[in-house]
């Protein structure tokens, strides 16, 4: 059963920093392409960011960025822990959301979505 878990969510003030984790289990991890969405309570998804798999597992490693995130978040992989993470700094109020982690159908981000994490709450408020 495929599992994703996030986690380092929580209240930061306007212009920090914070650090989301995904723990994957139940499929391999390495050969997927994983996405970071998130959700403004109360309003629609958005995609925040993409990592194909690696060239090890026969993707290329590219990564993409939504643009209302481009040069803040950072997203990255390790595939020996299983783990997709996203580093955002300067964060906004805008930033408030819930993220969730996803695992995509293929070895690109762009293709389709199938799992999805139960999501963490991002707050960013002075």
């Known amino acids: 059963e495929v599992q994703l878990v996030e986690s380092g969510g929580g209240l930061v003030q306007p212009g920090g920093s914070l650090r989301l984790s995904c723990a994957a289990s139940g499929f391999t991890f390495s050969i997927y392409a994983m996405n970071w969405v998130r959700q403004v309570p109360g309003k629609g998804l958005e995609w925040v960011s993409g990592i194909n798999a690696g060239r090890g597992a026969g993707g290329d490693g590219n990564i993409a960025y939504g643009d209302s995130v481009q040069g803040r978040f950072t997203i990255s992989r390790d595939d020996a822990k299983n783990t997709l993470y996203l580093d955002m700094d300067s964060l906004k109020p805008a930033d408030t959301a819930v993220y969730y982690c996803?695992?995509?159908?293929?070895?690109?981000?762009?293709?389709?979505?199938?799992?999805w994490g139960t999501g963490t709450l991002v707050t960013v408020s002075s």
């Open positions: 996803t695992k995509v159908t293929y070895k690109w981000w762009n293709f389709g979505m199938e799992n």
